[in-house]
């Protein structure tokens, strides 16, 4: 039944790809050249409509191109899945628009952008999109710009895809940057996550029985169960964490659905439990207090790159030209463990615990000034 229901959306995807495909070759912007001038009430619209991940690799993008058009009107649209961490992209955007599924909301959503009359609508994905497609061709800006991937026939511009198995998703995303001017191997590609005073006070008070030096942040799996490191792994690491590094408090974060899990992993190990019922906010602040992030979640591992918190990250990974790179830390402190079984679990305990000596010892998280 799953396969028949996955074989009709395919259908339908290529449908209205069929609909939407134009006869015409984008320019493409190879060097950074001043192509675009806006003035002041110019509109453009960026597209960012997936998950949280892809929302905070692309914060380098959204702040450069900020800095460029500080007089223009700059929206985004996100999704019900990543709408959660728009506080990454709010100090940049003046509007925020969220992409709802459902026939109804989606007519709504385009008779709502075609009215905005955008001047020029960016398409931050790097895979192709039946989704952006549609927008923008519902939107019909002035001028279309995006990654040149195969759906190129949407957009009036494109930038070159860089190879994904040689440059990280945040710099072929800054290639967005080039018809404004810009050399995105110029600037700071930093990621970035604002946080408030009362969001870190309330952190420090969410893990406030957590008394020793430093605080070890363990994330129990990511957006699946396919992405969960075994209860057992978990149990052994912490033990490992516990007899090797007493100086290190073990905080557990996981959603609901892991209870059962987090309740076997502590009654075989000492470690702490964050709060499951708060904000991503409040998450994102309980991760911004540790020293050490384990993470196969990859929005964890961007937030420990905004903080620039060394993480090891835990990776199903093909290393197929169109999959790239693991998602790894950027410009931060990092251990990348991939497999490409599509068991996690198959990630070696003796990996990890030779990932967790060398950041201890890289960066002088010893327990002698406690």
Request: overall charge positive; hydrophobic content about 40%.
């Amino acid at each position: 039944m799953v396969a028949k229901l996955k074989n009709i959306e395919l259908w339908v995807k290529k449908k209205i790809n069929s609909f939407l495909k134009k006869d015409r070759q984008p320019i493409l912007i190879e060097k950074a050249t001043n192509k675009f001038f806006f003035v002041e009430g110019s509109r453009i619209l960026l597209l960012r409509h997936d998950r949280i991940g892809d929302v905070m690799v692309s914060v380098p993008f959204i702040k450069l191109l900020r800095d460029v058009f500080q007089i223009v009107e700059l929206d985004i649209l996100l999704s019900e899945n990543n709408i959660a961490a728009s506080a990454a992209v709010k100090p940049y955007v003046n509007n925020i628009y969220v992409y709802r599924k459902g026939f109804i909301s989606i007519i709504k959503l385009l008779r709502q952008l075609n009215k905005a009359k955008y001047d020029m609508i960016i398409d931050l994905f790097d895979n192709s999109s039946t989704t952006s497609s549609m927008i923008i061709k519902f939107a019909n800006p002035l001028y279309s710009l995006g990654i040149n991937k195969n759906n190129y026939y949407s957009y009036s511009h494109v930038v070159p895809l860089l190879n994904k198995n040689k440059h990280h998703i945040v710099e072929r995303i800054a290639q967005l940057i080039l018809p404004f001017g810009i050399n995105p191997y110029s600037q700071d590609l930093k990621l970035s996550y604002p946080l408030t005073e009362e969001l870190i006070n309330n952190a420090n008070n969410n893990l406030s029985n957590c008394k020793s030096k430093f605080k070890l942040g363990i994330n129990l799996s990511g957006s699946n169960r396919s992405k969960y490191w075994g209860t057992e792994n978990y149990i052994e690491f912490i033990k490992y964490i516990n007899n090797t590094y007493p100086y290190f408090d073990v905080i557990i974060f996981y959603t609901p659905e892991y209870e059962q899990d987090y309740q076997q992993i502590s009654a075989n190990s000492i470690c702490f439990k964050a709060p499951t019922d708060k904000s991503f906010d409040e998450y994102v602040a309980m991760l911004s207090l540790c020293h050490v992030i384990l993470t196969p979640d990859t929005a964890a591992v961007h937030i420990a790159a905004a903080f620039k918190i060394p993480c090891i990250g835990l990776f199903l990974w093909t290393g197929s030209k169109e999959t790239g790179l693991p998602w790894f830390s950027y410009n931060s402190p990092y251990r990348c463990l991939k497999t490409s079984t599509g068991k996690l679990d198959n990630i070696s305990l003796e990996d990890v615990i030779i990932a967790i000596d060398e950041i201890v010892m890289e960066h002088k998280l010893g327990g002698l000034e406690k």
